[in-house]
């Protein structure tokens, strides 16, 4: 029943308990619009690309390549799961071993989207730049939560990972401005935590349900 599958929410975090048949839906949905991953990367990169060049920061530019080079492996991980749509993921292990692969790329730029604002804002005193690279950031994270809430493990990673150091960046600046900006960055933070979360039992109340519905 619902009521059921409402009190199980809170072991299926990291979703070991969840039925293959579920959890083969939930790992397919994650590289099933590549559109998105595709404008993620290169707005991504090319944020950080112009912030480094304003600046001339070699970390920045560092982080860029890194990047290009996560979203490149991303990408054809992503073509990899989708020409063998015709033979869906298996068992368990299969299934592990594609979440894996989706979930180390997506938190590895995730945490150069971080980088770079905290760069931007410990090593750069260019306004411009570190407003690129927050609001990159900040939109980057929206867009996660929207994408990766049904494996809410992934989606969590990803927002503490990007936003966490933008939020240490600007607070380290010492100056209201920046400390107000880390502030609601937090406040964003948290909200974006508590979307996810949500958006997660809705999305595994449905497929629950849809499951239970089909078996009638």
Known sequence: ??????????????????PDDIRRELVSD????????VAGGVCGALACFVVATRNDNVALYAC??????????RAGIA?????????????GQDLDRWERRYAIGAVLFAACCGLMCYT??????????????ELTTLGYAAGVTARNS???NIAIGQLLASLVPTILGAALRFEIG????????LIFLFSLLEI???SFQRNLRILVLNKENSAL
Do not use: E, W
Not at 1 to 18: E, Q, R, W, Y
Not at 79 to 91: C, I, L
């Open 178 to 185: 920046f400390m107000l900006i880390s502030g609601f960055t």
């Open 150 to 152: 049904s494996r809410i």
């Open 1 to 18: 029943s619902s009521d059921v599958c409402s009190s199980d929410l809170l072991t299926t975090v990291v979703g070991k308990d969840i």
């Open 120 to 133: 931007a804002y410990i090593q750069t005193n260019d306004v411009v730049g570190q407003l690129v690279a």
């Open 196 to 198: 996810s979360v949500s």
């Open 30 to 37: 994650l590289f099933g619009n590549v559109g998105s991953l």
């Open 64 to 73: 860029a390549g890194a990047m290009v080079a996560i979203f490149i492996v």
């Open 79 to 91: 073509a990899r799961f989708k020409a063998q749509q015709a033979r869906p993921p298996g068992n």
